[in-house]
């Protein structure tokens, strides 16, 4: 390990990158970010969960089920996406954990935006599964015939290999350069709320951080977003990525 570190080998370990505002705007325009068939529909769902709720990697999508997340409105009439924590990094319960409250997150719909709302998409996903599939996983496996169907997804959970690329499967049917995995959802949440000038601790409410940790997510992650734009590119035609 010093022979190596000497050779600057594993000094600066490769982080997840931060997904710009233009790349995800391309995603969408390209259809890489769609509800039209079923592959799409769960990328997408997976995209926008991960992002609105900062799960880690693969690992915690492939614990999610239908009693995850439930449909709400607030005193304003406002509706939105509840998700409310199981077992997690943080949260393993047990007598370690036993003054540890499962986090909670809310994604508000987005009504100048039907077609990219999160309560729109995650409706209309669950409408495609099958009940009894969906309390056992939330991600499942596409069917391939489902033409003229009701039904989209089969009852399997979709294997954790598979979700653990998700994110880097969608930047490469895009042909989006860069380190992108499942991480660089959570790592883009915190980014987009630093920016925003949203307190620490209503974001560590959001990903679920209990120490100092979350200063590592903002490594300059907004200016480096801003600086690199120009070296993303989406499929040609797409200006999203330019």
């Known amino acids: 390990m010093k022979c190596s570190a000497q050779n600057n080998v594993g000094i600066r370990p490769k982080q997840a990158e931060v997904i710009p505002v233009e790349v995800e705007r391309g995603l969408w325009e390209q259809g890489f970010l769609a509800i039209n068939d079923p592959e799409s529909l769960l990328r997408t769902v997976f995209y926008l969960i991960g992002l609105n709720f900062g799960l880690r990697a693969g690992s915690e999508h492939r614990l999610l089920s239908m009693s995850s997340f439930s449909f709400h409105s607030d005193n304003r009439g406002k509706e939105y996406l509840l998700y409310s924590e199981g077992v997690s990094k943080t949260f393993q ?22 077609d990219k709302c999160i309560v729109n998409i995650v409706k209309h996903y669950i409408s ?7 309390r056992k996983a939330f991600c499942l496996k596409p069917l391939q015939n489902y033409e003229r169907k ?8 979709i294997g ?29 949440a915190v980014s987009r709320l630093f920016r925003e000038g949203v307190d620490d601790k209503l974001i560590k409410g959001v ?29 040609e035609g797409c200006n999203g990525g330019k």
């Open 93 to 114: 319960g047990g007598l370690k954990h036993r003054k540890v409250a499962p986090r909670t997150g809310k994604a508000y719909a987005n009504v100048e935006c039907a």
């Open 128 to 134: 495609r599964c099958p009940k009894e599939g969906l």
């Open 150 to 157: 009701q039904i989209w997804f089969s009852s399997v959970p």
């Open 160 to 188: 954790h290999n598979k979700l653990q690329g998700m994110v880097k499967c969608i930047m490469e049917k895009a042909g989006v350069n860069g380190h992108f995995t499942n991480h660089s959802l959570r790592a883009t």
């Open 207 to 235: 990903t679920g951080h209990r120490s100092e940790a979350l200063d590592c997510y903002k490594r300059g992650a907004a200016c480096k977003c801003l600086e690199n734009r120009a070296r993303y590119r989406v499929r």
